[in-house]
């Protein structure tokens, strides 16, 4: 029978502390005020408050990693104790809960992804379907004819009547014929095949799908000032495609088969009786996002590091951290990424990646082996990370 206790805390006391290494519970306000806010600095941010009904300390619960956020009671506060193996059967018994933790996390993805757009990406937020035909435009200048194929069909359907629709239709029909595009259309089929370089989906298309990856991999990616910028390497187990499915909004990104790859489908009909008759896969959902925006924090806090060697060593630590495996200190570590996925992964322009790929082969923290990146001291790597980041934030508040 599932047992949940509550514990009273004092105005001014502190609830969470950002930084400190992950408990194994979180906390539903049940009477009282509490205010969140980060110690690190980050543009469009700002404090919040949150009473009974919210909860706090959820991602670092689920995701297993350092708390996010510092959390102090405005007024003297009761709340209940939620344990991380109390969970699915929690969510079992309050199917209401589970939604609203699933869309809590949906939310702060899309909230964080927003920010990181405006700010690390330097592009505003563009939901227009117009920018469909600019993706797939520039799929087929940068050589991609089969995510280009797909691109201007989902365009043709979103703007048939579009100030692009003919030339968009004059390409598609040129292309098509030749391409190895699939499902340009939503389809019944749980399991779904994608060749390698192929759209899964496009950013500003509407979707009502989201995806587990049963083999091979996904790059989520944005196009931005003509370049594409990896966002994340997805791999066997990930999901991706959640925000659209939970919030029932245009996709925020594009999801493409880095490998040749075959995806488990979940729709809207199926997810909603998975929350009611599959509380382990509802938590395992949780967890997955519960990563994902720790990753999309972590993101944005990389994106304040104004040296590009220290935001690379930074985003490769983090990598590595969202792995979670046991490091050794002195035992070396072989990655699966080269050395352009992490300059990619942070964002950094063309013209200065041939810089930043010497800084970051040549860092006492990396080596390279059969193109692929080694770390000699994954603890020391970690160490040097969140060394940079203290000393990144410490100058930002002198400077305030």
């Known amino acids: 029978m599932l047992q949940l206790s509550c514990v009273n805390f004092k105005m001014n006391s502190y609830l969470l502390v950002e930084g400190t290494e992950s408990n194994d519970r979180f906390f539903i306000i049940q009477s009282g005020k509490v205010t969140c806010y980060h110690e690190t600095r980050i543009p469009e941010t700002s404090m919040k408050t949150l009473g009974p009904g919210d909860f706090v300390g959820v991602t670092s619960c689920m995701s297993g990693h350092s708390q996010m956020e510092t959390v102090v009671a405005v007024t003297d506060v009761t709340a209940i104790v939620v344990r991380r193996e109390q969970y699915p059967e929690l969510i079992m018994k309050n199917t209401p809960i589970a939604l609203k933790i699933v869309r809590y996390f949906a939310r702060e993805m899309r909230i964080l992804n927003d920010i990181r757009t405006k700010i690390t990406l330097r592009k505003n937020i563009v939901e227009s379907p117009e920018e469909l035909f600019r ?46 595009a699939v499902y340009f259309e939503p389809s019944d089929e749980m399991l779904r095949s994608y060749p390698r370089d192929t759209m899964i989906f496009s950013e500003c298309q509407n979707g009502p799908d989201m995806f587990i990856i049963q083999e091979g991999a996904v790059r989520i990616s944005k196009v931005v000032d003509n370049e594409e910028v990896t966002l994340a390497l997805l791999k066997k187990g990930d999901m991706f495609g959640e925000m659209a499915l939970l919030e029932n909004k245009p996709r925020s990104a594009s999801a493409i088969a880095h490998d040749d790859c075959r995806l488990m489908v979940v729709n809207r009909q199926n997810f909603e009786q998975m929350v009611s008759s599959q509380p382990g896969f509802i938590a395992r959902l949780s967890t997955m996002l519960a990563e994902r925006v720790w990753s999309m924090y972590r993101q944005l ?34 990655t699966d990424l080269t050395p352009l996925d992490i300059v990619n992964l942070c964002g950094i322009p063309q013209q200065n990646q041939k810089i930043a790929l010497y800084q970051l082969s040549t860092d006492q923290n990396v080596k390279i082996m059969n193109g692929k990146i080694n770390v000699p001291d994954v603890p020391e790597l970690l160490k040097q990370a969140a060394f940079y980041r203290k000393q990144n934030n410490r100058r930002a508040n002198e400077n305030k």
């Not at 990389?302 to 200190?329: T, W, Y």
């Open 301 to 334: 806090v990389n994106g304040q590091l104004s040296e590009p060697r220290e935001r690379m060593i930074d985003m490769l630590a983090l990598q590595i951290e969202g792995q979670k495996c046991g490091f050794v200190k002195g035992v070396p570590f072989q």
């Open 135 to 180: 993706i797939a435009e520039f799929y087929e200048e940068t050589g991609f004819m089969d995510i280009a194929t797909y691109g201007y069909y989902q365009y043709l359907k979103r703007c048939p009547d579009g100030v692009n629709a003919q030339e968009a239709k004059r390409r598609f029909t040129r292309l098509k014929p030749k391409s190895n």
